[in-house]
């Protein structure tokens, strides 16, 4: 799996616009990229998923850079309720995610 | 729909005895499913993958005879904790996919586990 690296931490304020970027420069062209969040105390949560191409989903939009050495998740309108980590991962093993340090998203009223 | 359900939420055992922990896939069927550990203030690592029906595979490092896991069938998959320590004492997630197929996996709100 290619390694991800994203800053420990964000704040953004309640209702606009929260943008989270990874680093996976290494990453395989076989290699898809995943978003999950986890609040406090509770399971991972699925949010979005690309190869190539942006892609957008009732959660979030991910956009992949050309390259696609790096990528941002967009979360348009963000709540109090997406106060959570953010888990960046990169492979082609759907039976092997590893979960790296993510990043905590502050979200402020 | 894709709910994954895990029980107990939370459990105290004393040392030295077992914990089982069920998982649950509640509306579709899991080929596989994954085991994770979290201790506090860390992220999630990855202990085992199993497939219904099959041994479970463990990583590198994780005990096969402390973490017994069973993938009876396509809905339930158990861990079970042999032999409890205080440093066994974590937070156990499971989560779980559909087939081969699909991409992603569905995590369950996960077990709290205190060894005393």
């Known amino acids: 799996d290619a390694k991800t690296t994203q800053p420990p931490s964000m704040d953004c304020a309640e209702g606009r616009a929260a943008n989270l970027p990874c680093n996976h420069s290494?990453?395989?062209?076989?290699?898809?990229v995943y978003w999950y969040r986890q609040i406090h105390s509770q399971g991972p949560q699925y949010i979005i998923h690309g190869l190539k191409n942006n892609e957008t989903n009732e959660m979030a939009s991910l956009i992949i850079t050309e390259d696609r050495k790096s990528s941002t998740l967009i979360l348009p309108h963000a709540t109090l309720r997406d106060t959570a980590v953010y888990y960046c991962?990169?492979?082609?093993?759907?039976?092997?995610?590893?979960f790296g340090s993510g990043t905590k998203l502050n979200v402020k009223p | 729909g894709a709910v994954v359900s895990q029980h107990p939420s939370w459990v105290i055992c004393k040392s030295g005895t077992s914990v089982k922990i069920e998982c649950r896939s509640l509306?579709?069927?899991?080929?596989?499913m994954f085991w994770y550990r979290q201790f506090p203030k860390q992220s999630l690592m990855l202990m085992a993958t199993s497939n219904e029906g099959s041994k479970a595979t463990y990583e590198q490092g994780v005990e096969k005879d402390k973490f017994l896991i069973n993938h009876a069938s396509l809905t339930l998959s158990t861990l079970t904790v042999t032999s409890a320590h205080p440093e066994d004492s974590s937070f156990y997630i499971c989560?779980?996919?559909?087939?081969?197929?699909?991409?992603?996996?569905?995590f369950g709100p996960g077990t709290r586990l205190t060894v005393t």
């Open positions: 290494t990453i395989s062209g076989n290699e898809y």
């Open positions: 989560s779980a996919r559909e087939g081969i197929l699909y991409y992603e996996q569905y």
């Open positions: 991962m990169a492979t082609y093993n759907f039976n092997k995610f590893y």
């Open positions: 509306d579709f069927q899991a080929t596989t």
